[in-house]
């Protein structure tokens, strides 16, 4: 069959079933409570042109770029088009498919293209968020054009590459705050990795950072005009570090830190003090508090990392327990049993495909083809990694690292095929090594973790 045609029918499939889950989803309503937040802000911005929950009290607990973009659609479509949206994302994921394709064929080559845009297409998890009022669809298609553009920029070497990495990060980071933070370390591999002369390579890394702060700088100023305080994207990201390291914060799924009241509440004791303060003071708090949390208790803070890790890279558990029955947030729209039973079997088995050979694969790389831009992506998975294990470790934060897995995983499957009947004792040796890792993992996800969670379940199901 020809590429063309496999890719037709790649495309095709995938828009299938995207059409079938807008049905399932035509005219359902947000239930979850990062979507309702989203939808409050973003109705204030067509309404009162106020970012902020409530009309009169502007606020910067999420990142704008989202809202604004609920904000737009709602002024074209109407307010609560929540249809309108669906479709939007779809096609922003198969922009972001092409993209991918583009990435893809440079990285492993023509033959493994369209598997590898194809299990980025299917993975289940990825096709139910276009139809959630959350922002991972949206950071998605930034976040994979900006790891286009590095790889251009660490193999063409032209400004142009720099200059659009810059923008598509800050974009990203609007989206979602994890990349920020992430622009002086990737401005410092660049610096010492792209080809060329020391001075070409500090102009272009010089405008990568101009144009990234560009990006970010109307967002910035309006900020400091609100608190008075330097606020790159959002203040939840002060909050969530102290919930993630206090006191009382959960040793298994510490996310739920939020969900703790009384005395052991991460605010307990500290009303008077929190309610005097606005979202930037606030934020400046809970960093130093959690700072010093951090320093006077190591090794309980090693501990806490460490099933960080596994919560991160645990079985992806949001769309499983939203239809499962377990909480106030049911998606009902996934509940009917022809569809709730198959879609958790789905993503148990796409979820761990694709993180074994995706995982084996990018370390098969790395080891065999070593260069510039796989030693990129490790870097940038591993500062993901390391982020949530400092704050919450959730199993929804690692999907914007799929379709990199994607890549990595295909080329993985095809280093197994050939040399794995060869007996290549090293080959046996390593995907060995992340079997076990994972199949810890996930046990611990299972049995430790996520006990009580299971024993419910088995309930409800019974």
Request: charged share 15%; hydrophobic share 50%.
């Amino acid at each position: 069959m020809k590429k063309r045609t496999v890719f037709a029918c790649v495309i095709g499939s995938a828009l299938l079933v995207r059409c079938f889950f807008l049905i399932v989803f035509w005219g359902q309503a947000p239930v979850i409570i990062d979507e309702q937040h989203y939808n409050a802000i973003s109705v204030n911005l067509v309404e009162t042109g106020t970012y902020a929950f409530h009309p009169g009290k502007p606020t910067s607990i999420r990142p704008p770029l989202y809202p604004f973009f609920l904000a737009t659609v709602y002024q074209l479509t109407g307010i609560n088009s929540y249809n309108a949206i669906r479709i939007i994302q779809i096609f922003f994921t198969f922009v972001t498919a092409w993209i991918l394709y583009l990435l893809c064929r440079r990285v492993t080559g023509e033959k493994e293209t369209w598997l590898s845009v194809g299990i980025f297409l299917f993975y289940p998890s990825l096709v139910i968020y276009n139809f959630f009022i959350l922002s991972e669809i949206l950071f998605n298609l930034f976040f994979v054009a900006s790891i286009f553009f590095i790889y251009l920029a660490l193999s063409e070497n032209k400004t142009w590459h720099f200059l659009c990495t810059g923008i598509f990060i800050g974009l990203a980071s609007l989206t979602r705050s994890i990349t920020y933070p992430m622009m002086p370390l990737l401005a410092f591999y660049l610096f010492f990795t792209a080809s060329g002369k020391i001075v070409p390579r500090l102009k272009n890394i010089t405008i990568m950072l101009f144009f990234f702060t560009l990006v970010l700088s109307p967002w910035v100023v309006r900020n400091y005009d609100l608190y008075g305080q330097f606020i790159p994207v959002d203040t939840m990201g002060g909050l969530n570090l102290y919930m993630g390291n206090y006191e009382y914060t959960p040793m298994h799924r510490p996310w739920s830190a939020v969900e703790v009241s009384g005395e052991k509440a991460w605010y307990a004791g500290k009303e008077a003090i929190l309610r005097s303060m606005n979202e930037a003071q606030k934020q400046k708090w809970c960093i130093r508090k959690s700072v010093e949390f951090i320093i006077s208790h190591p090794a309980l803070t090693v501990q806490r990392s460490i099933i960080k890790v596994a919560n991160f890279w645990g079985i992806e558990r949001s769309i499983i327990a939203g239809i499962s029955g377990q909480r106030s947030d049911t998606i009902e729209a996934l509940t009917p049993p022809l569809i709730k039973y198959p879609l958790i079997a789905s993503i148990v088995v796409f979820y761990a495909s694709v993180m074994l050979f995706g995982v084996f694969g990018l370390i098969w790389k790395n080891l065999k083809e070593p260069d510039k831009f796989n030693l990129a992506i490790t870097g940038i998975i591993l500062y993901f990694t390391a982020m949530h294990a400092l704050v919450f470790g959730h199993s929804r934060y690692h999907l914007p690292l799929v379709p990199l897995l994607a890549i990595y995983g295909v080329y993985g499957v095809t280093t197994i095929r050939t040399y794995w009947f060869n007996k290549q004792r090293q080959i046996i040796n390593l995907f060995g090594a992340v079997v076990l890792t994972f199949s810890a993992i996930w046990a611990y996800e299972i049995f430790i973790g996520s006990r009580s969670q299971m024993v419910k379940l088995l309930v409800i199901t019974n």
